[in-house]
Nanobody, 115 residues
């Protein structure tokens, strides 16, 4: 089993920056992919970025070249650096992990980009 806890969300003005963190606990050495999804009000949950245990990354087109996902396998941590935030980035951001047995989600952290 794996448990995930996110932190780092908040209210920021357009053009501002946030860094999200996700801490994994439990059987962390069986985790393969980790990543971030987001869900805006009235919309479906969508992939933002994923990174596998070998460091291969994938990004949604809307954030590619702007956001950066990184991972510390030994510490069970994954991060999302979010510079140059836009109002359309406003959503609840969820940490996610896969280990071949289950799919695991954090509780979510709110990111609001507004002037």
């Amino acid at each position: 089993q794996v448990q995930l806890v996110e932190s780092g969300g908040g209210l920021v003005q357009p053009g501002g920056s946030l860094r999200l963190s996700c801490s994994a606990s439990g059987n962390i050495f069986k985790i393969d992919a980790m990543g971030w999804f987001r869900q805006a009000p009235g919309k479906e949950r969508k992939l933002v970025a994923h990174i596998n245990s070998g460091g291969i990354t994938n990004y949604a087109d809307s954030v590619k070249g702007r956001f950066t996902i990184s991972r510390d396998n030994a510490k069970g941590m994954v991060y999302l650096q979010m510079p140059s935030l836009k109002p359309e980035d406003t959503a609840v951001y969820y940490c996610h992990a896969l280990d071949g047995v289950g799919s695991y989600w954090g509780q979510g952290t709110q990111v609001t980009v507004s002037s």
